[in-house]
């Protein structure tokens, strides 16, 4: 059974300092790896995907990286507008994520 | 963009009445999801659908069924909802056939049964 674990469960954050999320992962073949961000009381924003061990991806303050057992959320100089719950899934059968119980991030202004 | 729309943000309904939750995608993909999403549980898979009028059973899907009649529309019931059936649920939609297979989410319903 796939396996996902997020770490830390919160994350206290002043603005401007800059930290990891962590997403570690067990699958019997990794199709692909996704990053959700998710306000109270919405729908998961779809923010990266990874296929392969050696991938990262940027958007604004947050770059992704992709380890052949996890995968990194770094999220640079953050502002308080980045406060959000981070979730992590991972696909290793079609159409099937298997979801982390995600991180939820507070950047104090 | 790709947008998906779920037919109410809030609902309020009454044990044992039948629920309809609609779900419109508008980027033509031929995979459409249903989850709930519950604190201390995650998102969990209910049904899914890769095609018109076909479903595959999710993770959870006793007490619930889906309809799909049209590619863009997917449809979840409960039958007779019961108190444990309070929940967030969210749609989403993908398509592999446009070079990926993510899942993009709509806004969520929160269903509350009383």
């Known amino acids: 059974e796939d396996q996902v674990t997020q770490s830390p469960e919160a994350l206290r954050l002043q603005e401007g300092e800059s930290s990891s999320l962590n997403c570690s992962y067990t699958?019997?073949?990794?199709?692909?790896l996704f990053w959700y961000r998710q306000d109270p009381g919405k729908g998961p924003e779809f923010l990266f995907t990874l296929y392969s061990a050696g991938e990262e991806k940027e958007k604004e303050r947050l770059k992704a990286t992709l380890t052949k057992k996890e995968s990194f959320l770094h999220i640079t100089a953050p502002k308080p507008e980045d406060s959000a719950t981070y979730l992590c899934?991972?696909?290793?059968?079609?159409?099937?994520?298997?979801f982390g119980a995600g991180t939820t991030v507070t950047v104090r202004a | 963009d790709v947008k998906v729309t779920q037919s109410s943000r809030y609902l309020v309904k009454r044990t044992g009445e039948k629920v309809f939750l609609e779900c419109v995608q508008d980027m033509d993909h031929e995979n459409m999801f249903w989850y709930r999403q519950d604190p201390g549980l995650g998102l969990r898979l209910i049904y899914f659908s890769y095609d018109v009028k076909m479903k595959e059973k999710g993770d959870i899907p006793e007490g619930y069924s889906v309809s799909r009649e049209k590619k863009e529309r997917f449809s979840l019931i409960l039958e007779s909802a019961s108190t444990n059936q309070t929940s967030m649920y969210l749609c989403?939609?993908?398509?592999?056939?446009?070079?990926?297979?993510?899942?993009?989410f709509g806004p969520g319903t929160r269903l509350t049964v009383l």
């Open positions: 899934a991972v696909q290793a059968v079609r159409y099937k994520l298997s």
């Open positions: 989403a939609s993908s398509s592999l056939l446009k070079g990926t297979d993510t899942q993009y």
């Open positions: 699958v019997s073949g990794l199709r692909g």
